[in-house]
């Protein structure tokens, strides 16, 4: 008799452990917050030198964009991230020089976005980029 209760117990009490860990799991994917990928940050701050050494800004050039490893990339001005991954996917850069001389042109490097694996769209209009250079030691 006494085999019967536990057994009936049991089987009441697991869909309420099941539902519980399915709870706990929900909890912990809508509260998890993705981090950027680390090569990820360190190339947005590669870029983010190059650009500063290519404009005549006297403001701060992206001012979030800070060497820290506390410092979350995807919580960035003008990066978005992929909210699974943790991947950028989006990067708007235009007009990073506004006080660039109207004749004045410049090439880009690409292999500054070698870092970003997700990169989806990428936006550097109104910034006088004449084209693109290979490979430049990067």
């Known amino acids: 008799m006494k085999l019967g209760v536990s057994q009936s117990y049991l089987s009441m009490e697991w869909p309420l452990v ?3 860990l399915w709870a706990l799991l929900l909890f ?22 190059f650009l500063k050494s290519k404009t005549n800004r006297t403001e701060p050039l ?15 001005e003008q ?25 004045d042109t410049w090439y880009i490097n690409v292999s500054l976005f070698q870092p970003f694996k997700e990169l989806r769209n990428l936006d550097l209009s ?3 980029i004449a084209g693109w250079l290979g490979n430049e030691g990067m």
């Not at 992206?62 to 960035?76: A, G, H, V």
């Not at 990066?79 to 004749?103: A, D, F, M, P, W």
Request: glycine residues 2%.
């Open 18 to 20: 099941k539902f519980l």
């Open 28 to 49: 912990v994917q809508i509260h998890e917050r993705i981090a950027c990928i680390e090569d990820e940050r360190m190339g947005l701050l590669e870029l983010k030198a």
């Open 62 to 76: 992206l001012p979030t964009w800070i060497n820290d490893t506390k410092s979350e990339c995807c919580s960035w």
């Open 79 to 103: 990066v978005r991230c992929n909210t699974t991954t943790g991947h950028v996917i989006k990067l708007t850069l235009s007009n990073i020089n506004q006080e660039q001389n109207y004749e």
């Open 126 to 128: 109104n910034n006088r």
